[in-house]
C-alpha cells in the first residue's frame, strides 16, 4: 500500500513513538524521510533503524530558527518536498484551576504553533500533489478532566486540518488530519506517575472497544494511507485510528 518511491518526506517527532513508526514505514514505501527531534540521541537510533533513506535534523519545532533550518535541509536535497506528517507534540496534566500561563504557552507553541509554523515554512518547497498529514487526538472529542489545554490544542490542529485543505486545493496539495486514541507510546505512558504505567495502560485500555492500546505502527499505516496517492480524493477529513473509542 502507498508507493512513495522518489519522494520526500518529512515527519516532526519522527524519533520515537508514532512519528518513528511512521518514517519507517515511508521509508519503506521508498520515500526518502528527513526526521526530527529534540533528542539527539534518539534521532542516531532513529535514523539508524530506516537507513540511507533517512535525514536525522535535531530540531524543536517550537523554534522557528529550528525549523527553517530544517527547511533549509530539505531545500539542499533539490527534490522539494511531497509529504509532511506534522506529529511533533505534547502535553501534560494540569487542572483548571493549576493551570498556568507557562503550561498554557508552552503546549500551544509546541502543539499549535509547531504545526503552523513548520506547514508554513515548508510551503515554498512542496511540490504540486503534495500531501499534509496533521496529527489529532481523540482527547479534542471528549471530556478528560484536568487535560483541557492539550485537548484544546489538538482541536485547533482539527481547525487547521479543514482550512489549510480550502487553501490549499488549488495546488492540488491535500490535507487531512490522523487521530489516534490511546496508542502505547513514551509520550502516552511519560502521563503516569513513575510506577503507575501499569495503572495507565489499564486505565486507557478499558475505554477502548476493542479492549486494548494502540500499536503505534497501526497508526503509521493510516498516515502512509493519507500521505500516498491511495488516498487521492480525500482532503479535509479526520480517519480515526482508536479501536471505536469515539465511534462505538
Do not use: C
Request: hydrophobic share 45%.
Amino acid at each position: 500500500m502507498g508507493d512513495l518511491s522518489g519522494k520526500t518526506a518529512l515527519v516532526t517527532g519522527g524519533n520515537s513513538g508514532i512519528g518513528l513508526a511512521a518514517a519507517q514505514l515511508l521509508a519503506a514505501a521508498g520515500a526518502h524521510v528527513v526526521l526530527t527531534g529534540r533528542n539527539q540521541d534518539t534521532i542516531d537510533a532513529a535514523v539508524a533503524s530506516i537507513g540511507a533513506q533517512a535525514t536525522g535534523v535535531r530540531a524543536d519545532v517550537a523554534d522557528l530558527e529550528d525549523v527553517a533550518a530544517v527547511a533549509d535541509v530539505i531545500e539542499s536535497r533539490g527534490r522539494g518536498l511531497d509529504v509532511i506528517f506534522a506529529n511533533a507534540g505534547g502535553g501534560e496534566f494540569a487542572a483548571l484551576g493549576e493551570i498556568s500561563v507557562e503550561h498554557f504557552t508552552s503546549t500551544f507553541m509546541t502543539n499549535v504553533g509547531g504545526t503552523l509554523f513548520t506547514v508554513q515554512a515548508m510551503l515554498p518547497l512542496l511540490n504540486r500533489g503534495a500531501s499534509i498529514v496533521l496529527t489529532g487526538s481523540t482527547a479534542a472529542y471528549n471530556g478528560t478532566p484536568a487535560f483541557s489545554v492539550y485537548a484544546a490544542t489538538k482541536a485547533a490542529i482539527r481547525s487547521f486540518g479543514r482550512t489549510w485543505a480550502a487553501e490549499l486545493v488549488g495546488r492540488d496539495i491535500r490535507v487531512n488530519t490522523v487521530v489516534p486514541g490511546p496508542v502505547e507510546t513514551p509520550g502516552l505512558l511519560g502521563l503516569a506517575p513513575a510506577g503507575r504505567e501499569q495503572e495507565l495502560r489499564e486505565g486507557e485500555a478499558a475505554k477502548v472497544p476493542m479492549g486494548r492500546l494502540g500499536r503505534p505502527e497501526e497508526v503509521a499505516a493510516a498516515v502512509l494511507f493519507l500521505a500516498s496517492g491511495e488516498s487521492s480524493f480525500m482532503t479535509g477529513s479526520e480517519v480515526f485510528v482508536d479501536g471505536g473509542a469515539e465511534q462505538v
